[in-house]
Structures are given as C-alpha cells and as structure tokens.
C-alpha cells in the first residue's frame, strides 16, 4: 500500500498490555522471557484473527489489533470486545499453568483513523482514535475491558456494561467516558442496553401478515431483509404477540453466528439453550445427548438413543460407539431429519413458533433441514440478508423500508419528545428509510448537541457519518451483492447500501451534490444537503455515473482524505424414513 492509497476509515481499535511483565522480565533470562512472550502472542494472534480483526503491531507486551482495516464488518465493536474478553482467558489459561501472576487489561475505542503505509511498512491505523484506545486500555483494571462511549454504541446490547466514570486524554478538551464490559448477553437482545427500545413504528401490517401467516398455515416463512431493516425487531414483536395469544406455546430463537461455521447453528443453539448446556466439548456432548434421549419419543431405550445420538452428531458432537454410525452415508441425512422431526415434534405438543436467525451466516444443512421440516404442524421464522440462498421452496417475506411518516414517528421516540415536521423529514430521507439508520441517526443528533426547540428541529447540520453506521456503510458496500448491483446485474433497491461512500462523502464535507435542492434558510450555512425525495445515501437518479465509478474511485466506504485525493479501492478482503433410525439398533 503506497501512501496514495491510503484511506480514511471508521475503525474499532484494541490495545491490551501485560500487567506484572516488569517484574517477570527482571527474574527471568531474556531468551526465556522472549519464549513466553512469543508463545502467548501466538494465542493473541488466533483469538483476534478469529473475530475478524488484524494485529496491527506488537510492542514490547502490548498488542495493537484493528477491527474494520482492511475487511469491515457489521459488528467491528462486537467483534473486538468479544476479541479482548478472549484474550482475557488466554492469559488467564497460560498463567494457571505457569504460576507466572501474569493479567491482562484491555481498551478499545471506535473512531475514524487514516489506514495506510508509514515509510513503506504495511498498513497501519493512525489518529486521535488510537490514542485514545491506547489511553483507556492503560486506566483499565488488570483482568478487565474498557471500552469507549463510541464502542458501546456500536454494541447494541449485546454486553452487559459497567459505568466507570470520564478519563482525561492528552491533547483532548473533552474527556472520554468508559465503561467495563461484564459479559456477554445470553443470545442477542430485543434493544441496546442504554435505555429502552425505541418504538414499534411502521410495521404493524407486516406484523398482522406475519401474525396470520403463521397461525394459518404453520411451516416455514423466510423473512428477508437488508441489515438494519427490522428483521429481529419484527420477529421479536411476533414472538410476543403469538405467546400472548397461545399461552403453554413453545416459543424460542436459535441463531447462526457469523465466523462460526457450526453445522446446523442456529438448531444447534436451541438445543442448547433446551438443555443448558453451552459448549462443544465430550462432557457436553454427553449432556446433550442424555437431554435429547428424555424427549424423543420411541418404542424401546436403543431406538430413543439411536434418534438423539444423530441429532446431536448433526450439531457436530463426537459420540463414539453410537450405533448410527453405521447408515450407509446415502441414508444418513434422511435419517437425522426424520430424528429431528420426532422431537420438535414431540417438544411442540401445544404448538410452537421457532425463530431462526441470521441464516445468512448458516451452512447449507440448515437450509436443507428446514425445508424438510416445513410440513410440520407449527410455525418456523427464518431471518437472512437479500442474496443468500435458502430453498425456494419456502414462504418468501421481504421487508421493506419504513415510508418517511413512520421514520420520523421512530426518531420521535428515540429521541423522547416530538419532532417538527423538517426534522422527521430528514431523518427518513437521509436514512433511505433504515430502521436501524434512522434510529443511530437521531441519537448521534442528539448527543452532538444539534437539536433544539420544541417540538425539536435540527438547530445545525452534523459534519460526518456516525461512526456507528462507519463500519457498517463499508461492509455493506464491499458485500457480494453491493457488487453485484453496481456491476449491473441486479435492479438497484431503495438500501442505503447502493452508494456508502456517497453518504460519507456528503456527511463529512457538509456539502449537498451539485444541482439538488437548495437547503432551508437555517441549514443553508451549515452546508448540509436538504432532505430530498430519495436517500441521501444514494445516488441522484440524473447522474448515470454515480455507482459503481464512485464505488471504484472512493474505496470501500473509505472516506475522501482532506487533501482531496482519493483512496485506492479497498478489498474486502430425499423423501425422510420413517423407519431407518428405529432399525439401525440390532
């Protein structure tokens, strides 16, 4: 990477930094020490490449680790945060085998950094984000993650998180508040843990459709939308309106997880949850299984063994000896459905509604199971992403985007009072409609002091694209399908996802396209674009040429760098048996 490519990004940045190396360092011989920094920086490498993260650099014993350079993803925040806890138990594993009183503390910050090469060495992450995260991570506790504000945004909820007051960082006015991350939330929750979810706006038809659907006809619906869209929010409003109206129902979620490629996932993850147990390893395997042979039914013990050994070989369980080893491979699959026919079936006695989410990052055997599935008795939702293959023979549902009234009504309650008319407006416009967008749109105004009024109204214009949203908007773009669109393969849609780097360019200069509409005599200083009939997120119609030559000469997502030149193009990197399992006892 020469420095022509280098690139303005919304990145996740980790330090984490040995506590009691000092000391082990003064005692030990330096080869010695070397062997063991070695061999733990080892482990520290896998856990962070394992969440899709880059090590960036390794000083002494501390580790630099980017999330979202060179490959964004959705979850950078996520991603790190799960890193970091990871490397918590790294060392805590090494030390107890070594008794060296070795600990590890943790800081990540999220924010915008220029990517590039420094005197021809690899890429690095430069900019007041880094000293920011390397500033928490040397106030953290040993044992301990502290994260930023910006992170926690990007978190969702998904971590249950501990206040820790404002820190002071060099060469900032403002101090940087902190948070200690507690643990992971079981499964993913409904809202983001910093207040309570916003309004169910906008998807009231599609909730009564949803609703009819699968009380009608039961089998299996394939809700479809794009990130951000509302497919988890909806899917959660269905679960609660299906167990108000069909109490003793078997109601619950499994999830496929992204980088975690286990067969049958989001299966598995129900399972799991039925039983309590959480791991993979042959004592779980062996609850699993003692779990599955108290609920399947079966004529005799060997055949109720037989049923829950395939299921739970299917979810990537080591079973030695089990007997259904010895199906020939041509009947095996027919086998473990019919297995897991018999005990959703039995488990759905009163009626049931599985959720299954996020399908997009599911491995083929899902898609196959739940079409085999589909003439039970009772409901399936499976949630996945536009362009990711599930069997066509599933109930299609695609969910759109909110209309402009019902984006506004959603930042209305985001905000917790009424907004005017120009600012509901803008926040359906800008956001293309975006559940998701709207609401990080609203608190970033929000937080940046930028409303004001009553009801509220944009006092001035935000300068740049919530970093929130960053990481995302990069993702989006560099995703197969983004491609797809740009090469003109696909009918453009109304997602944001068609012209990211648009949206950043246009947040971050403040300034609107040339010959859209003029703004409003109290934006009109602040340069922002005025709200127009379609997305600010995507390209005027009028201009052929914005997509993929933006696309291309932008990078993936990359922000414009304030010389003018613009960055490189970034790279992202048959018929089920009724019989066969019975029979395969002697």
Known sequence: MTGDTRERRTVTILFSDLSGFTRL?????????????????????????????????????????????????????????????????????FDAKRKLGLRLRVGINTGEVLWGALAGEKATAMGDAVNVAQRIESTAAPGTVLVSRAVERGLRGKFLLAGRGEIRVKGRDEPVEVMEVVEELAGQTEHRADGPPAAFVGREAELARLLERVEDRGGVVHLEGEAGIGKSRLAAELRREFRERHPGAWVTTGRALEGMRLPLAAFGDIVRQEAGVSGLDRGDADRIVAFLVSQVPGESATQKENLAHLIAISLGYAVPGARVRDIEPAHFAAETQFAWRQWLTARAARGALLCLEDLHWADGATGELLAALAPLPFAFVATARPGHALPAALDRFPLGDLDAAAAGRLGASVLGAPVDEELARFLGEQSGGNPLYVEELARYLREGKLLDGAPLRLAAAPGRVPDTLGGLLVARLASPRAQTRHQGRERPGKGLLDEAPVAARRLRRGAGDRGSAPAPARLRANRFPAPRRRAAFLPPRSDPRRGVRAADEEGAGAAPRRGGRPPGVAHSGGRPSSEGASRAAP
């Open 25 to 93: 360092s003064e005692r030990m011989d330096p080869e010695e020490v070397q062997d063991l920094v070695d061999a733990l920086f080892q482990r520290f490498r896998a856990a962070i490449e394992s969440e899709g993260g880059t090590v960036d650099k390794f000083i002494g014993d501390a580790v630099m680790a980017v999330f979202g350079a060179p490959v964004a993803h959705e979850d950078d925040a996520v991603r790190a945060v799960r890193a970091g806890r990871g490397l918590l138990d790294e060392v805590a594993e």
